[in-house]
């Protein structure tokens, strides 16, 4: 049985680790590099930093915080929020990323996935996409954290970013990010049958049994997780043994 990973999440703005609900209203929850040291230290299978305002910005800012963390850090990082070019992948690992994950820019300028796959390969290349609901069975592409409409449906997007050479998607559902009521397992499971690669399912996650729900019923291959983590309300530990007790192939940790 493939082995399903655990994912911390955070995401950023400024100096700051931050949770929003529906990706909005960011509240601080504290250090980055603190955060980011205690999930590893409790057994992470990897971590993904998100700069939440680099497309308001037009730049990723976390360069600084990545490099400070990769000193001590040593699980499979990714970062995403504001990369607009292959030069900006290439800054973002050479400070210690493993893999980037591309947003706004991509449907902007798809031939950008391509671009940053052949440049480092697509296991490099995260397909980051934000989806809201829009009718039984349907969902929409968002960027900008979010905020702006596409117009793009997601089953067709990330079938096109798969083809272009994205070797991950990262599958956030704004409707149910922060919310602790679980995956919108139904957009998990479209997305998990039209692609071949790993898919990771962010948000909604507010107990154990969620992450169990949306690997066994949505496929997910792989769970970020934010607010459960951030504020104790259960460790990666927890997580894991309950994942483990579920059937469910985990790395072994300690």
């Known amino acids: 049985m493939r082995n399903v990973r655990l994912i911390a999440r955070l995401d950023i703005k400024g100096p700051n680790l931050i949770k929003g609900i529906h990706l909005e209203g960011l ?17 992470i299978d990897e971590l993904l930093y998100m700069d939440c305002v680099a497309s308001l910005y037009g730049r990723n800012h976390l360069a600084d915080i990545v490099s400070t ?20 992948a290439t800054s973002i690992l050479r400070a210690g990323a493993d893999k980037v994950a591309v947003n706004t820019a991509a449907v902007a300028n798809p031939q950008l996935i391509t ?4 440049r480092f390969g ?26 702006e409409r596409t117009g793009l449906d997601v089953i067709d997007w990330v079938k096109r970013g798969v083809a272009l050479g994205a070797g991950e998607v990262l ?27 790993p898919v990771i399912a962010s ?11 949306v690997v066994r019923d949505g496929g997910a291959d792989a769970v970020a997780i934010a607010d459960v983590l951030h504020y104790e309300r259960a460790t990666v530990g927890e997580i894991r043994a309950a994942a483990q007790a579920a059937g469910l192939g985990v790395r072994n940790y300690g």
């Open 27 to 43: 509240r601080v929850v504290g250090s980055p590099g603190e955060h980011a040291l205690r999930y590893y230290q409790q057994g």
């Open 69 to 88: 963390a990769a000193r001590d850090i040593f699980v499979p990082m990714t970062v995403g929020g504001g990369i607009r070019s292959v030069e900006d």
């Open 115 to 118: 671009d940053i796959a052949r």
């Open 122 to 147: 697509s296991q490099c290349m995260v397909l980051s996409i934000e989806a809201k609901s829009v009718a039984n069975g349907r969902w929409e592409v968002y960027t900008d954290n979010g905020r």
């Open 171 to 197: 599958l956030t559902s704004v409707d149910r990010e922060g919310t602790r009521k679980g995956f919108d397992i139904a957009l998990v499971q479209a997305v998990s049958a039209e692609v071949s690669v």
């Open 203 to 213: 948000g909604g996650m507010g107990k154990s049994e969620d992450l169990i729900d």
